[in-house]
């Protein structure tokens, strides 16, 4: 498996009244993956984000942060080394954007040049315009777009790890969706190790290179790639998580690739579909044809890989769903 950039070991979390919100977790997450974890209210799952920056203190075990135990860091440190980012954002409302987003930069005495490149360089990341948003305040922004300037404040000082507490959950469903898929982007060009807490299991499937389903206490039902956790759900709880859209959601997260494509023929005539697109997009556009064919296109300038029916998105679906349960076991395996 990959180089591990948090390892929970046997860490417990008990409350003065007596409460177990989390009972004896041990988990890893690896350098430059997204790790959701997901779970009904109560499971624990905000609490393990907590401890990792130890807004929580953990009353047992050990946290690992680039191979450092957390408990022996400075408190104040160790979350400066984090970017945080939350569902009410939390932005400062007599700042304004610039000045939000350069808050942890502030803190570790950057000079002004290097802030203000830096707050520039990352509202066009999150798609803000600086000339356009960085002299208004939070009130003057949309759910949006706050939770935009939210991302692009956790990511200031480029930390290696962010976490994330349902960062979208309070944007409408439409914005919520460009805003996961922004997110995607900037993850995949920045490589930060990412642990991002969520309820939803479309957003989790969506988002997540694995999931972490998350039962009371901190139990962790399964951990394993979306893919695996919507074919094979390892416990009545994961199931009941996943509930019937499990298909519709496999067909959302998995790609039309090369191998699933018949080789020959042209564009005349037909729909085409980019390799790479969703089986969900394929799935509809063989649909919508009258031969029951669309022709696979590829580059700038359209160029005809080959050709794709239904029988060619139900062989990719197999294929994912195989490949899924392999790397699956595979990883299990490797950590012994």
């Given at each position: ?83 945080y ?8 409302p ?26 520039a ?67 995949r ?11 939803d ?55 039309v ?77 490797g950590?012994?």
């Amino acid at each position: 498996m990959a180089d591990a950039a948090i390892v929970f070991e046997h860490v417990r979390k008990e409350y003065p009244d007596g409460t177990v919100a989390v009972e004896d977790l041990s988990l890893e997450v690896e350098e430059h993956e997204i790790l959701a974890l997901v779970g009904p209210s109560g499971c624990g799952k905000s609490t393990t984000l907590r401890m990792t920056n130890r807004l929580v203190e953990p009353s047992g075990g050990r946290i690992l942060v680039g191979g450092e135990d957390v408990l022996a860091a400075d408190p104040v440190r160790l979350r400066r080394s984090m970017g945080y980012a939350i569902q009410n954002v939390g932005l400062f409302p007599h700042r304004t954007v610039a000045q939000n987003v350069a808050t942890v930069p502030g803190l570790q005495r950057w000079d002004r040049k290097r802030t203000r490149d830096r707050v520039a360089e990352l509202l066009e990341l999150v798609g803000l315009a600086p000339d356009r948003y960085a002299n208004r305040y939070p009130h003057e922004l949309s759910g949006g777009e706050q939770q935009r300037v939210g991302v692009a404040r956790a990511l200031a000082t480029d930390p290696p790890v962010l976490l994330m507490d349902e960062p979208f959950g309070a944007v409408d469903p439409a914005g919520r969706r460009r805003l996961q898929a922004e997110f995607w982007r900037i993850q995949r060009d920045l490589g930060t190790t990412v642990m991002f807490v969520t309820h939803d299991i479309d957003e989790a499937v969506r988002l997540g290179d694995r999931v972490a389903v998350f039962s009371r206490g901190g139990h962790v039902e399964q951990l394993a790639d979306p893919v695996e956790i919507l074919a094979r759900p390892a416990s009545d709880a994961v199931r009941a998580l996943v509930g019937d859209g499990a298909p519709v959601r496999l067909l959302g997260i998995t790609h039309v690739e090369r191998g699933d494509v018949t080789a020959g023929g042209t564009a005349d005539g037909l729909p085409t579909v980019e390799l790479g697109a969703s089986l969900a997009h394929a799935l509809e556009a063989v649909a919508e044809s009258q031969s029951g064919t669309v022709a696979v296109v590829e580059g700038a300038d359209g160029r005809v890989v080959g050709m794709l029916d239904a029988s060619g998105v139900l062989g990719a679906l197999r294929r994912a769903v195989d490949a899924g349960v392999m790397s699956a076991d595979a990883r299990t395996a490797g950590r012994g």
